[in-house]
């Protein structure tokens, strides 16, 4: 075009002057038929709903695996074992709460036991003396009295382990032969039962001490109870069961501190009030779930070739201009996947899979287009030339894509030594390269696995990977799903 | 005012704000020439809004931001010729002697006529003798590109040159304008 050349007739001349740069207003409505065929920016098209599902996905994945971490069960053994110990205490203290009660009935009654008691046992007779006057519903006495009773009734389990030691003596005097030796064996029988009895003895002052122990325990529990639950005396109570402590024991009973004798093996009846914190007592490994036999977790990594299979669209108003659209059926099309990331066991059927991936896809398709005003040349930058022949053109390009995806695993057949699953999932995957495009993709897969080792599987997984969004090339001529079929081949490992 | 080659890029980008400033800044511009391409005011406005949604489909294969104005007539331009193709089996001979205006009260001056007036003038004109006239004598383009755009040869787009303005100027005559000198 050269508008020189045709400037020689003043006829021309006028028309050209007139409307070289005539404009016509349009209607105003005429924008608004326009606007709503006008592409839109290619990174709005993003399907939102896809992307918040996807998040969505892996949101409750991560909340279920974090609560699955949190929350771990106590072991039934353990929790029996502990509930059981706390029973069989509180059952023991109010039995022998009991039968120091019944002891203490019977005890007015029985003059022949007094007899059998040493000096102590008759301080306390004194004091049973004082007793029976008001054996009533004062507690020191009727503490004193349980002592007594308790003390009372070892001295008589004494007394005929005393006799069967007796009868142990003689019956090892009866043994030896010569009665020459049968004074001296006697003597060393004695000595021998002497023993055994001041070591059952003393042993029987440790388990009266410890029904001491536990009568005031007792006392204590219902003190601390008490105290606790009657915020008059409050600060005074609790405070002397935790300072009180280490003064001098006896002192403390006295002042009916008798809370002092506790130590940390007797929590059992306080704890009746706090089982929660005392069930920080019990120690469960955190990790033990995981690596359980029934609920390993796997790492795996595969790789697969790739194949793209492209859906198509001309876009939009250029369809009637856009044509003849061919895919290359070289190696354009091959690309490659990567993956690696963690295998949960859900249950005996289900697993759930989820890592990071790795794409690297291939395109090249050819179409042609009607040059209809698209394809504008300006030589010299002083006018601008059209051209009118069909242009073939190729979309082609190489994408990298780094994606994040989550699958669930549905174990069809398991058997010893292949397992078969499908694989379900979706897939979302950045661009690294290019415009930066995000896309979604939903996966679908059939696999089997084969033990190779202790704690490694190796998979096959045929694949097939459906595009949620559509790409464009940098015309905006085509959209194209890049849909991808692969033979994922890959390894698991079990962690132990 | 925006750079127009910013102006361009952001309407390479679809930038929708964009598209309407670059919408507003060519919309005269472009249904003048849509006006003297079509004989009707309403198939003005079907070329209209066909070429701007090409323009705007197509605005990512211009090269030169530069030469967008050029670019954009141009698109215009072959959508008003695809419209003359498209349509051409329906056409029918107009009988000239018909279209000639017959009002003896217009001035003896082309000068005087106004650029609606004229227009009528074209728009009258047949439609190959119309696309030939716009594309040679206001627009610029040779014989020889003229015959490629409309599928003819270069001498019949020479010979309907020369017929279309020997029918103005017959359209013209009666109302006294014999001289184009210009003014």
Known sequence: MNALDNENDPFEDL????????????ASQLWNKIEPQLPVNPTRKYPYWQISA?????????????????????????????????????????????HIEKSTNIENKNTDSKTLMNTENKAITTTKNDDESKLSLNQLVTSNVQKKDSEKRILGSLNSEDVIAQKQIKRLSSVVSSPKDEEETNNSANKLASNNFSKKYKTRLNLLDSEKSNQSRFNTDKEINSNIFSPKSNT?????????????????????Y????????????????????????VFVPKTEEYFRETKPLDVYFSAMPLLNYYTITPNGNDANYVHGITVNDDADRLGFYTQAGVVFTLSDKFKLRTGLTFTKTNHSINYQIRTDSLVVQSLDNKGVDVSFAEVNKTYSQSANYLGTKIELQYILLKGEALSHYVNVGVEGAYRLNGNHQFNGFANIAYGVTRQIGDNAYLFVEPTFSYSLNQQSDN???????????????GVNFKIK | MVNEQELVKACQNND???????????KGKLMGVCRRYTRTPDEAEDIYQEAFVKIFNSIHTLEKAGAVGAWVR???????????????????NTDYENTLLSNDDYPNLLATLSNEELLILINQLPDGYRMVFNLYVIDGYSHAE??????????????????????????????????????
């Open chain 2, 74 to 92: 141009q698109t215009v331009i072959r959508t008003a010729i695809n419209y003359y193709h498209a349509n051409l089996k329906f056409q029918q």
């Open chain 1, 15 to 26: 028309f050209r002057d007139r409307f070289a740069d005539f404009e016509s207003e349009p």
């Open chain 1, 475 to 489: 015309n905006a001529f085509l959209l194209v799903k890049p849909n991808k079929i692969g033979f994922n081949i």
């Open chain 2, 146 to 183: 003229i015959g490629e755009m409309l599928g003819v040869s270069e001498s019949t787009s020479k010979s309907q040159l020369s017929r279309a303005k020997e029918l103005l100027r017959k359209q013209l005559k009666p109302l006294g304008i014999i001289s184009y000198e210009r003014t």
């Open chain 1, 236 to 256: 005074n109570s609790v405070s002397s069961v935790f300072n009180i402590e280490n003064e001098n024991p006896a002192k403390a009973i006295n002042n009916k």
């Open chain 2, 16 to 26: 929708r704000k964009a598209q309407t400033a670059f919408y507003n800044l060519y």
């Open chain 1, 258 to 281: 008798t809370l002092t004798i506790l130590d940390s093996k007797q929590y059992g009846l306080l704890a009746n009030h706090f089982k929660k914190p005392k069930l920080k007592y």
């Open chain 1, 54 to 98: 996807v998040a969505l996905i892996l949101l409750l994945t991560g909340w279920a695996v974090f609560n699955k971490t949190q929350i771990l069960p106590l072991s039934s053994s353990i929790m029996v074992s502990a509930l059981n110990e706390e029973a069989s205490i509180e059952k023991k203290t109010g039995k022998s709460v009991n």
